[in-house]
Nanobody, 116 residues
Framework: QVQLVESGGGLVQPGGSLRLSCAAS????????MSWYRQVPGKERELVAT????????TYADSMKGRFTISRDNAKNTVYLQMNSLKPEDTAVYFCNARFSTRVYWGQGTQVTVSS
């Protein structure tokens, strides 16, 4: 049974930091590129960051560059999103995504709220 379980979300003040984690099981984690997405009610789900299978390359949406860092630990089947200098606009549900060929898996999401 495939599982992606996000954790680490919560309420933070503007300028604060959070580290999200996504624990994977039920598939060969190291074969999958991993991504973080986020979604606000009424808006399309938005790509935040992507990391390759070996963790040797990362990409970010422009609004996250310089503030967010995606990383992975294949030995722990876990992908992380370090979020710094958080802004109210970062408030969203953050989802973990795994992709290999035609296979795509999603977590259930974790809420991040940045309040001022």
């Amino acid at each position: 049974q495939v599982q992606l379980v996000e954790s680490g979300g919560g309420l933070v003040q503007p300028g604060g930091s959070l580290r999200l984690s996504c624990a994977a099981s039920g598939f060969t984690f190291s074969s999958y590129a991993m991504s973080w997405y986020r979604q606000v009610p009424g808006k399309e789900r938005e790509l935040v960051a992507t990391i390759t299978r070996a963790g040797d390359s990362t990409t970010y949406a422009d609004s996250m560059k310089g503030r967010f860092t995606i990383s992975r630990d294949n030995a722990k089947n876990t992908v992380y999103l370090q979020m710094n200098s958080l802004k109210p606009e970062d408030t969203a549900v953050y989802f973990c995504n795994a992709r290999f060929s035609t296979r795509v898996y999603w977590g259930q999401g974790t809420q991040v709220t940045v309040s001022s």
